[in-house]
């Protein structure tokens, strides 16, 4: 009985480390804050693995709503957006990665479509340069909606907007969540888990014999 609860208590420890997620926000004071008005998101933001390459920018919730008339934002009190509404852009890893997804909208002036907002994201997902996995999913003009993707071990992803490779088209990005259920465990842990379940399973199996 006692081995029983040592493999339970290994197994205990080593679950969150196989499953424990990464969220990026761009709101708070590291990045933007609420009231930031266009500030580029550096290299190395969130993980010194990644490269966001320029193309990313953040914008507060204040400023979105007072400037464009809008009454919603950002999950974080700020967004990410593709500046100058490049189209695509890529955001780019050095250590492989599983992509869970993301909140997105579009952006709105007075909570509705314009003729910047872009209607559609498209994320494609490449490890090395062969494609993972592709998802497309529409935008709203009234809130954030958290878009799944589960690319596993990309390298870099491509985000487009509703026109394919034209600019001035422009959508809004907060929460990017990786990593989730997709990480690489530490072999320590794998030893631990493992462990936990090989004691678990002898315990049983002499409980049986008995």
Known sequence: MRKLWLA????VIALPVLTQASVITFGGTSLCGDTCAGTQVPDGYGNSNFTWGGSFYAYGNIPYDANYGNT?????????????GDSPITLNSSVAFTFNGADFSTFA????????????IEIQGYSGSTLVGTVV?????????????????VTSLVFTNDCGSCSGRWWLMDDFTYNQGGTTPEPGTMVMFGSGLLVA????RRRFRS
Do not use: C, H
Request: charged share 0%; hydrophobic share 45%; aromatic share 18%.
């Open 8 to 11: 339970a208590l290994l197994v």
């Open 72 to 84: 919603y934002g950002a999950p974080s009190g700020a967004f990410a957006y593709n500046a100058f």
């Open 109 to 120: 002036q007075n909570n509705q479509f314009q003729t910047f907002s872009s209607t559609t």
């Open 137 to 153: 999913a529409n935008l709203s003009s009234t809130s954030f909606n958290f878009v799944t993707a589960d690319f596993a071990n």
């Open 201 to 204: 399973a002898g315990a049983i």
